[in-house]
């Protein structure tokens, strides 16, 4: 067995040079220090089976490492499906367009106080707020309240480091509040209307039109998403626009800015946006990882994971494998676009991320806008790492121009 520890200081600073010892020598893995124990797969072909085969590596018991009930989108199919196409619309490649406009006009306002200010952290200035606000009104909660939703994430995800499963009940029952109160308004304007059987003729006269409307007035099989169905998924699609969207982007623009030559070539050639786009996702992924749950006895490479253990699918490790990519464990902007077919940085399978697109069109708006309004801008001191160790983000990033 090798010595992994996915949450020693040496592992969380710089996690890939385990997963490559991972990957070559143990490539099933598992941390019997951390309560509830899991098991760790870090090949290509093993991870993306995992996400291909919900029957055996079922998502129903939760993400993360600790076990949950299930709950829409958490859940295997066909559970999950019915779940999945309430929102799915919300965020198809065509739609998500429709939101260019936007983003470029939001991306434009924050370079704008980032040349105002000087400068100072990517993150707070731009990284966080911009997917972050793009989220708040799609889903249409307050974009007051953006510092926040930081701080609840904060706190929720640094728990995933913490072996008690109890260290996270806190921070979810302050999302768990939070939703419920913005559910609760829109069922107060139905009432206050006279309306009590709300439809989605509502959304866009009775209730504003967006997804939290949307998923309140949802007809499920004949009935109401309940209040914990409906936290889970506005949890989920938050975090989602507030933790990975912003970890893209640091991600990003931390590489390109590492190595001044690779800035230079995409401003040169601002052709190879995309590319490098992809090639952060595949080299840097903003998750590590996620989990599953056996639901039976698997055998991979003579170890035997027994039924209902968890493991972790960790897609940074197969996003370096070198059976799949070839140079894999460095980062190259002539991989060209073909990257993302194969890449797993956003799942593969039923639960392939809905908000790829989006968090595709921020990057490429945000790139192109820097490249052309700040070509100058540069490192100005070492970035920090968030804290959850199945994430992958830049806590800090500071730069100057």
């Not at 940085?345 to 052309?372: D, I, K, N, Q, Y």
Request: aromatic residues 8%.
């Amino acid at each position: 067995m090798v010595a992994y520890d996915p949450v020693s200081p040496a592992v969380l600073a710089d996690p890939f040079p385990a997963y490559r010892e991972l990957r070559e020598r143990c490539p099933v893995h598992q941390a019997t220090a951390f309560t509830p124990p899991f098991f760790t797969l870090s090949r290509y072909d093993d991870v993306r089976e995992g996400l291909a085969d919900s029957d055996t590596w079922s998502i129903r018991y939760g993400q993360t490492p600790q076990y949950t009930s299930p709950a829409g989108l958490v859940n295997d199919p066909p559970e999950h499906t019915p779940f999945r196409q309430l929102f799915s619309r919300a965020f198809t490649p065509q739609t998500v367009e429709l939101l260019r406009a936007e983003i470029e006009l939001l991306a434009n306002e924050l370079i704008d106080t980032m040349i105002e200010r000087g400068a100072g952290d990517f993150h707070d200035r731009y990284a966080f707020p911009l997917p972050t606000t793009i989220i708040a009104r799609l889903l249409g909660i307050p974009t007051t309240d953006l510092a926040r939703f930081k701080q609840m994430s904060t706190d929720l995800t640094a728990t995933y480091n913490d072996p008690d499963p109890k260290s996270s009940a806190a921070p979810r029952a302050a999302f768990d509040d939070y939703f419920t109160a913005v559910v609760e308004t829109r069922r107060r304007m139905l009432a206050d209307a006279g309306v009590s059987d709300a439809t989605p003729e509502h959304v866009g006269t009775i209730l504003p039109d967006d997804l939290v409307s949307r998923l309140v007035v949802a007809d499920l099989d004949g009935r109401r998403l309940t209040n914990h169905e409906l936290c889970w998924m506005l949890l989920l699609l938050l975090l989602g626009g507030n933790e990975t969207s912003t970890a893209l982007l640091t991600n990003l623009i931390w590489r390109l800015l590492e190595v001044p030559e690779r800035w230079e070539a995409i401003k040169a050639d601002p052709g190879l946006i995309d590319a490098a786009i992809e090639e952060s996702l595949r080299y840097d992924p903003p998750v590590l990882g996620l989990f599953r749950t056996t639901t039976r006895d698997v055998v991979r490479h003579a170890v035997t994971i027994p039924a209902k253990a968890k493991v972790m699918l960790c897609f940074a490790a197969a996003n370096r494998d070198a059976a799949e990519f070839d140079d894999a464990e460095h980062f190259r902007l002539d991989r060209g676009r073909d990257v993302a077919k194969h890449h797993l940085s956003f799942g593969f399978g039923a639960h392939f991320c809905p908000g790829a697109a989006l968090a595709r069109l921020e990057a490429r708006a945000t790139l192109g806008l820097l490249v052309e309004r700040l070509p100058d801008l540069r490192l100005d001191g070492t970035p920090e790492r968030i804290v959850a160790f199945n994430l992958w983000g830049r806590r800090t990033l500071p730069v100057a121009w």
